[in-house]
């Protein structure tokens, strides 16, 4: 394949290159070239580790924060509660599923169309090893 701007027939595809810049040691360790790491490919989305840190996150703000929610909302039965008292863990507990929950539907759907669409576009990618300019196969 030609480089379209310094006609070089020296090109390759990124997948390749990429491939070919990370150096895997004896340890197991792997590294990775600058010039691999510009032809990383697209990151999905995190659909564990990230929504079960939202979860965790919601539920403990929950647990701190529903206690004085009778200050400044009519919710009398939130008076004189403490965070760990039953009905406020409960609480906090489900609205950390259900942003857990919502946090991996994003993902997974993220990951279906754009995360894809971003991954066939990277698979296409061509890189001039002469003047390092980047197009796509078509
Ligand atoms: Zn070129």
Redesign the pocket.
Known sequence: MQ??????Q??QSVKIAYSQAIRTGESGYTTISEFGRSLEPPQARSEAGVPLGIAFGIACGSMLLLPAVHTVAPLPWLAGLSPFDTPVVVVSIVLGLLAGFWSVVSALVHNDSVHRSEMRKWERGVI??????KFRRR
């Open positions: 480089c379209p701007r310094c006609r070089s020296y090109t001039c090893r002469r003047c390092g300019f």
